[in-house]
């Protein structure tokens, strides 16, 4: 089993920064990847952006060059760094970790960020 707790959503003004973190805990060797996905009021969830161990990143195309995704194994720990916040960024935000060959992932709780001015 994995855990994940996520910190770090608030309430910022558009333009600005916020920074996600989220830590695994629990038989954590066997993750492979770790994503940020988010789900906007009235929305489906969707995918934000992903790392493998290896380090290998991938973001949707409405983020790109503006989140930065990054992981420290040591600290079993992936961080979003969002810049350039927008209003339609808002959203709760949620992490997940898939282990290698499986299809089902674990699931942290969601963390809130709102971007308003």
């Known amino acids: 089993q994995v855990q994940l707790v996520g910190s770090g959503g608030g309430l910022v003004q558009p333009g600005g920064s916020l920074r996600l973190s989220c830590a695994a805990s629990?038989?954590?060797?066997?993750?492979?990847?770790m994503n940020w996905y988010r789900q906007a009021p009235g929305k489906e969830r969707e995918f934000v952006a992903g790392?493998?161990?290896?380090?290998?990143?991938g973001y949707a195309d409405s983020v790109k060059g503006r989140f930065t995704i990054s992981r420290d194994n040591a600290k079993d720990t992936v961080y979003l760094q969002m810049n350039s916040l927008k209003p339609e960024d808002t959203a709760v935000y949620y992490c997940?970790?898939?282990?290698?060959?499986?299809?089902?992932?674990?699931w942290g709780q969601g963390a809130q960020v709102t971007v308003s001015s």
């Open positions: 790392i493998t161990r290896s380090g290998t990143t």
């Open positions: 629990g038989i954590i060797f066997r993750i492979n990847t």
């Open positions: 997940n970790a898939l282990n290698y060959g499986a299809t089902i992932p674990y």
